[in-house]
């Protein structure tokens, strides 16, 4: 299963095991930063809210990504459930000590997302415009390479405050539209630095299959000046499949390598 198999490891709550191998990643593109393979962020969110609703909770709160998991060797995933909170976790081997984890996320459990603000009317165009290649030239130019899920985004067009884009999801993967997602919010910085989701407020993603959808991506005024964007992403017949407040992106010099051992 996409969470892996429940385990018993005597603390609270619950917990559930996966193995991370190179060889078999849980996604079937790869998604290389700097020359280092690492997990992307639409799976380890996909993993927070497969817990979530293991749970019956369909929304989380302050999401926090602290580490990167680097894909370059085998390691054992656990997520941990708690009362109030979610915890994405790995280690060079199951037996490690429980001091010598990384914790890669973290969220907590909420009952709903708030009532979502209207758009700002007097918010103003980007002047700029993209096609499906400004995507790939971003990530080239940024130094990550390779598209983990497979999905295409036609006609992006500006809105006030942000942009709007129509995605297609071959295999009907709502990791692979959040993944869709994700790469059209970069394009509202314009730097060419690598930016890599830091956290995000709140996000809600429905259950079941997504394939086509348009999504929407308005930047938020910050007083730091980092891209941080509201992102909401609905089926074609207008049914919600995806609402991401607040998702902060932070620039990023370089991926380090975990320093746990079996």
């Known amino acids: 299963t996409l969470l892996g198999e429940p385990v018993d490891t005597g603390a609270a709550g619950r917990t559930w095991r996966a193995a991370l191998l190179p060889a078999a990643l849980p996604y079937p593109g790869g998604h290389r930063v ?17 817990a979530a609703a293991q749970l019956d909770s369909p929304a989380l709160g302050d999401v926090r990504f602290e580490y990167p998991i680097v894909a370059e060797s085998a390691r054992v995933i656990h997520v941990v459930a708690g009362a109030e909170s979610i915890t994405v976790l790995s280690s060079a081997g199951p037996d490690t000590p429980a001091d010598r984890w990384t914790r890669h996320c ?29 995507i790939t030239e971003l990530q080239r130019t940024s ?29 009907a993967s709502v990791a692979a539209l959040v993944d869709a997602a994700v790469h059209l919010a970069r394009l ?5 630095s690598l930016m890599l989701p830091a956290g995000l407020e709140g996000v809600e993603v429905a259950v079941g299959e997504a394939t ?8 938020r005024a910050d007083a730091t000046d980092d891209l941080v964007v509201d992102v909401t992403a609905r089926a074609a017949d207008g049914t919600p499949r995806i609402d991401i407040r607040g998702l902060r992106y932070a620039q990023v010099d370089s991926v380090a390598m975990p320093t746990d051992a079996a």
Request: proline share 7%.
């Open 106 to 134: 973290s969220a907590r459990i909420i009952a709903a997302l708030p009532a979502a603000e209207s758009a700002a009317g007097d918010a103003e165009k980007p002047d700029v415009s993209w096609d499906a290649a400004a």
């Open 143 to 171: 130094g990550v390479e390779g598209q983990p899920f497979e999905w295409t985004v036609t006609d992006i067009e500006a809105v006030p405050g942000g942009l709007r884009g129509a995605v297609s999801v071959p295999d």
């Open 34 to 50: 700097r020359g280092v393979e690492v997990v992307p962020f639409s799976v380890l969110l996909q993993r927070l809210a497969a």
């Open 188 to 192: 509202l910085d314009g730097s060419d």
């Open 212 to 219: 086509d959808a348009v999504v929407e991506v308005r930047r």
